[in-house]
């Protein structure tokens, strides 16, 4: 078992940034993959970013060159930095940790990010 536990949320105006945060605890020497998912509201949950092996990294398009994705594996944690944030991604967003991109994987509880304009 893993445990994901999110922090870094909030209300932030457009343009502005925040970082998330996702320390994991357990079972973590078996996780290759960690990664970013938000659902807006409406919406279906789509993949933000991921890191494989604490190297290659994967974005949306729609977030590539604002957000930045990295783990530290002596803290056991992997952050989100995401800078000139818009309305659009307003959304609530979840912390993943699974053995392979392609697995469902474990899931943090989500944390609300809202982009005023």
């Known amino acids: 078992q893993v445990q994901l536990v999110e922090s870094g949320g909030g209300l932030v105006q457009a343009g502005g940034s925040l970082r998330l945060s996702c320390a994991a605890s357990g079972s973590i020497s078996m996780i290759n993959v960690m990664g970013w998912y938000r659902r807006a509201p409406g919406k279906q949950r789509e993949l933000v970013a991921n890191?494989?092996?604490?190297?290659?990294?994967k974005y949306a398009d729609s977030v590539k060159g604002r957000f930045t994705i990295s783990r530290d594996n002596a803290k056991n944690t992997v952050y989100l930095q995401m800078n000139s944030l818009k309305p659009e991604d307003t959304a609530v967003y979840y912390c993943?940790?699974?053995?392979?991109?392609?697995?469902?994987?474990?899931w943090g509880q989500g944390i609300q990010v809202t982009v005023s304009s």
């Open positions: 993943n940790a699974a053995r392979a991109s392609n697995e469902y994987g474990y």
């Open positions: 890191i494989i092996s604490g190297a290659s990294t």
